[in-house]
Nanobody
């Protein structure tokens, strides 16, 4: 099982970035996929997650209305579209996979497999 995150970089406040997470070794319809982030000096937090069925999504309050998670089953890829970026969005973003179909799919301890992280820096 592997996850490869990409798409990070430098953006100006108010700008947009799209992160991609390409997975291999499993199919997206069996795993919840989450985007997590960790800023310097802060704990890791769940940003957005999607269940294996695709029927449910989660967004942390600070990104609701600005970020959108989506996936392309055929491409084994999950995306995180990030709009209206602020300096508070600066962090290393990780995608992760959980073989879990319950309701608490935004808990990071449920995630078994993690990608390497991609750095997002937002200048104000």
């Amino acid at each position: 099982v592997q996850l490869q995150a990409s798409g990070g970089g430098l953006a100006q406040a108010g700008g947009s970035l799209r992160l991609s997470c390409v997975v291999s070794g499993f199919t997206l319809d069996r795993y919840a996929i989450g985007w997590f982030r960790q800023a310097p000096g802060k704990e890791r937090e769940a940003v957005s997650c999607i269940t294996g069925s695709g029927a449910s999504t989660y967004y942390t309050d600070s990104v609701k209305g600005r970020f959108t998670i989506s996936r392309d089953i055929a491409k084994n890829t999950v995306y995180l579209q990030m709009n209206s970026l602020t300096a508070e969005d600066t962090a290393v973003y990780y995608c992760a996979a959980a073989y879990y179909s319950g309701r608490y799919y935004y808990y990071d301890h449920l995630y078994n497999y993690w990608g390497q992280g991609t750095l997002v820096t937002v200048s104000s």
